[in-house]
């Protein structure tokens, strides 16, 4: 089972809203990462959790603040963002068991509308 | 700047037929590279992982890896008309081994 949980599916927020994306999973994995994707174009990464610590932040802005309370849950809290901002968001999780074989799996992803 | 570069389609293959998707990498240090397929308004899936020189094969799906060359490709063999879809070369790089990936390659497989 390679199954990443992600929740709502679609989210549709006004630009002063506070909002939160959540991710589940189940399969021991000890890395998970949140993916912003633009129609037409590949994901990018934005935070990385190693261990339940902030691995990597790729400058993305305050407006988006991750947190992960657990080895099995990661949130992305979402304030004032700016319409430039709606695309899919994706998490995906990874064992870190072999670090340079570790295989990332993808959830089904939130389409987040900011008006 | 790490890069991956893939031609972005679409690829047109009739049904039944080899398709070929390629794939090459700047970092001469990576040592793992993925292959995923996204269908419209769906999220990657995994398709393929390599980490040697040479060929893994998986079903209709075929790997190759040539280091030297830092060129990665995707074969499919008797496509179907399912496969047409997005696919995208993913290469890890990096203590975190983050992944970095190409733009995708359109695939329309046509009956």
């Known amino acids: 089972d390679t199954e990443v949980t992600q929740t709502p599916k679609h989210l549709v927020m006004g630009m002063t809203n506070k909002k939160s994306l959540k991710c589940e999973q189940h399969m021991g994995h000890r890395a998970m990462y949140w993916y912003k994707q633009k129609a037409k174009k590949p994901p990018e990464l934005m935070f990385v959790y190693s261990y339940e610590k902030l691995s990597i932040n790729e400058s993305v802005p305050s407006r988006f603040s991750p947190e992960c309370p657990n080895s099995s849950l990661l949130n992305l809290h979402l304030h004032a963002l700016q319409p430039e901002d709606s695309a899919l968001y994706l998490c995906a999780s990874s064992p870190r068991t072999t670090l340079q074989r570790d295989i990332q799996y993808f959830g089904a992803g939130t389409r987040l509308s900011v008006l | 700047q790490k890069e991956v570069e893939q031609n972005s389609g679409p690829l047109s293959v009739p049904e039944g037929a080899i398709a070929s998707l390629n794939c090459t990498y700047s970092?001469?240090?990576?040592?793992?590279f993925f292959w995923y397929r996204q269908y419209s308004g769906k999220s990657p899936e995994l398709i393929m992982s390599i980490y040697s020189n040479g060929d893994k094969e998986d079903g209709r799906f075929t790997a190759q890896l040539n280091k030297a060359s830092q060129y990665v490709s995707l074969l499919i063999r008797d496509s179907q008309p399912s496969d047409s879809a997005t696919y995208l070369c993913a290469v890890g790089s990096g203590g975190y081994n983050k992944l970095i990936f190409g733009a995708g390659t359109r695939l329309a497989v046509h009956p």
């Open positions: 970092d001469r240090v990576s040592q793992s």
